[in-house]
């Protein structure tokens, strides 16, 4: 069974604070994903990783960083947190496809984050 | 124009209804299409892929329409169990990265 965790389920933090929310793939998947989810907003990706130190935007990355040292470990920066980003985050990993029908995502289960 | 839209719903069927979602996509190129399915406070667990024409699982037939863009999702039968957000996917024009567009995901609540 494919695993991915994220070190918190929910967290508080305050308005500057810097953030880090860590993802974790046991199944040796090539591609990382982090995601936000809000209300009405669906899924966005932030940035996506096909390989060890190698990054890609994704859709809203700015406030964002990412790191990716070891192939199974994704981490998800926030440099000085906002109010604004309050929301959920989404740790995804996934093969690299040779053909496009292997995408198939799997997730962790989420850090629900709180900037006050 | 969203990549990829859903009607948001909620949709509000009794058990045994047969229900249908449909999903748009904007990109011509996208050649893999996926359904997810979310409970609340939980992440998106694959449901099913649609390659070609189409797919079916037990109560579950997705379609794909590539003439008019969009894929859909039937459920025959409705379960109590099936109430959930479904999220349907494509492949984001064919990127080889595994880069997949979600739509915003379709409310289903199945009453008694």
């Known amino acids: 069974d494919v695993k991915v965790t994220q070190s918190s389920r929910y967290l508080v933090k305050r308005t500057g604070e810097k953030v880090f929310l860590e993802c974790v793939q046991d199944?040796?998947?090539?591609?990382m994903f982090w995601y936000r989810q809000d209300p009405g907003l669906g899924l966005r990706l932030i940035y996506f990783?096909?390989?060890?130190?190698?990054?890609e935007k994704g859709d809203i990355p700015e406030g964002y960083s990412v790191s990716r040292e070891k192939k199974e470990r994704f981490s998800l920066i926030l440099e000085s947190a906002s109010t604004n980003q309050t929301s959920m985050y989404l740790c995804?990993?996934?093969?690299?496809?040779?053909?496009?029908?292997?995408?198939?995502?799997?997730f962790g289960p989420g850090t629900r984050l709180t900037v006050l | 124009r969203k990549e990829v839209e859903q009607d948001p719903g909620p949709f509000n069927v009794p058990e045994g209804a047969t229900v249908a979602f449909n999903c748009t996509y904007s990109?011509?190129?996208?050649?893999?299409f996926f359904w997810y399915r979310q409970d609340c406070r939980k992440e998106p667990k694959l449901l099913m892929s649609?390659?070609?024409s189409g797919n079916e699982d037990g109560r579950f037939t997705a379609q794909l329409n590539r003439a008019s863009q969009y894929i859909s999702l039937l459920i025959r039968d409705s379960k109590l169990s099936d109430s959930a957000t479904y999220l349907c996917?494509?492949?984001?024009?064919?990127?080889?990265?595994?880069?997949?567009?979600f739509g915003q995901g379709t409310i289903l609540t199945v009453h008694p």
């Open positions: 199944m040796d998947h090539e591609n």
């Open positions: 990783s096909y390989d060890v130190k190698m990054k």
């Open positions: 649609v390659y070609s």
């Open positions: 995804a990993s996934s093969y690299i496809a040779r053909m496009s029908s292997y995408n198939e995502q799997f």
């Open positions: 996917a494509d492949n984001a024009g064919g990127t080889s990265y595994g880069k997949l567009t």
């Open positions: 990109n011509s190129a996208s050649q893999s």
